[in-house]
Every structure is written in C-alpha cells, then in structure tokens.
C-alpha cells in the first residue's frame, strides 16, 4: 500500500469539480485519476528525456 502524501493538493474549486467527473468517466477516484495521469507524465518525460533514477534510502 502505499504511503499518504505530505502534500495536500490546492487547487481551484472549479478545476477539482471538472476533474471530478473525469475521474468518473473513467470509473477511478480522484486520487487514482491524479496517480494516472502523474505516472503517464513520467512515463512521456522518461521516454524523451532517459530513465530518473531515484534512490529511496533515507
């Protein structure tokens, strides 16, 4: 499972409504919509851009 964000998201009321009913159509929650679409970003910057190695040792 993974781990809650630190982060709260602030964003426009009428931006969050709107993507609200995207996460719908899409049969997801908002949270696994922003997952998605963080994960799709990723993906297309590794793609033009090379592999982000990450380190998770903390």
Not at 19 to 30: D, Q, T
């Amino acid at each position: 499972m993974a781990q809650a964000n630190p982060y709260p998201l602030r964003v426009d009321k009428v931006i969050m409504e709107k993507f609200k009913v995207l996460a719908s159509e899409n049969g997801r929650s908002v949270n696994k919509e922003i997952e998605v679409l963080m994960k799709t970003a990723v993906s297309n910057y590794e793609r033009e851009n090379g592999s982000i190695e990450i380190n998770l040792d903390v």
